[in-house]
């Protein structure tokens, strides 16, 4: 596992998970009934590497950490709140969804994030394929 000192510690602690899920689940309840809020982004451009040996988890194939934080989070969030659309953002500062879909949620976007590319479909037509694949938005 890729480690630096200017890193974040959350994939480092089983605590820190734990904690940050209980930080949404309060966040959730707050905001259940609140129409302005839209909905949850739970991670900002995670770049982690889990397995891969890309530093920022750009080869990653199950991205397993990310998978396991977002199942229990949506659980968590959704045990207080169904209303909000939540956002799920891949490794590799939000591109790689690799080994994170399906969710058993309807109620999800898939969120990526593409700099230093053209604007084309050809440049996001693998989260066109993943948006037709698992019906969701994008």
């Not at 689940?25 to 397995?51: K, P």
């Not at 939540?86 to 490794?91: A, K, L, R, V, Y």
Request: hydrophobic letters at 40%; a negative charge; aromatic letters at 14%.
């Amino acid at each position: 596992m890729y480690t630096a000192a200017s890193k974040p510690s959350l994939w480092e602690d089983p605590d820190n998970v734990r904690k940050t899920i209980a930080l949404w689940e309060q966040l959730a309840t707050r905001y259940s009934d609140a129409s302005h809020i839209g909905g949850y982004d739970l991670l900002n451009e995670v770049n982690w590497a889990f397995e891969g040996g890309n530093p920022v988890g750009c080869d990653d194939v199950e991205n397993a950490p990310l998978k396991d934080f977002y199942d229990r989070a949506i659980a968590a969030i959704r045990a207080v709140d169904t209303n909000h659309i939540i956002f799920i953002e891949g490794n590799c500062y939000a591109n790689n969804h690799e080994g994170l879909w399906p969710f058993d949620d309807d109620n999800l976007v898939l969120s990526f994030h593409r700099y230093w590319n053209l604007n084309s479909v050809d440049t996001i037509q693998k989260y066109l394929d993943w948006v037709s694949r698992w019906v969701m938005p994008v």
